[in-house]
């Protein structure tokens, strides 16, 4: 069963950066498509970037657009979200999560399997 890892998650002021990780292990494939989706409190988790198997084809949400870069290395089985200019409205647990298809997805239930999250908060 594959198994997701997130880590970098934290506190940090607005305006600041973060680089959240997140690690697979157990029957994984370069071919698999990745994501990372949020869950603010008091609300339901909610898209946030979405990578190809092949790392070529990238997706943001609006609210992320421009200030987050979602990114693969296959040879370390890792994909990165590096999150800059962050803004209050980005605290949330941020979850990773990938799919037994190449193309990237906004949508969870298209995601096969889920890691744990990672809380980030940003104060203002």
């Known amino acids: 069963q594959v198994q997701l890892v997130e880590s970098g998650g934290g506190l940090v002021q607005a305006g600041g950066s973060l680089r959240l990780s997140c690690a697979a292990s157990g029957p994984t494939s370069s071919d698999y498509a990745m994501g990372w989706f949020r869950q603010a409190p008091g609300k339901e988790r909610e898209f946030v970037s979405t990578?190809?198997?092949?790392?070529?084809?990238?997706y943001y949400s609006d609210s992320v657009k421009g200030r987050f870069t979602i990114s693969r290395d296959n040879a370390k089985k890792t994909v990165y979200l590096q999150m800059n200019s962050l803004r209050p409205k980005d605290t949330a647990v941020y979850y990773c999560?990938?799919?037994?298809?190449?193309?990237?997805?906004?949508?969870?239930?298209?995601?096969?399997?889920w890691g744990q999250g990672t809380q980030v908060t940003v104060s203002s």
């Open positions: 990578i190809s198997g092949s790392g070529g084809g990238t």
């Open positions: 999560a990938g799919r037994t298809y190449t193309s990237g997805s906004v949508r969870e239930i298209d995601y096969d399997f």
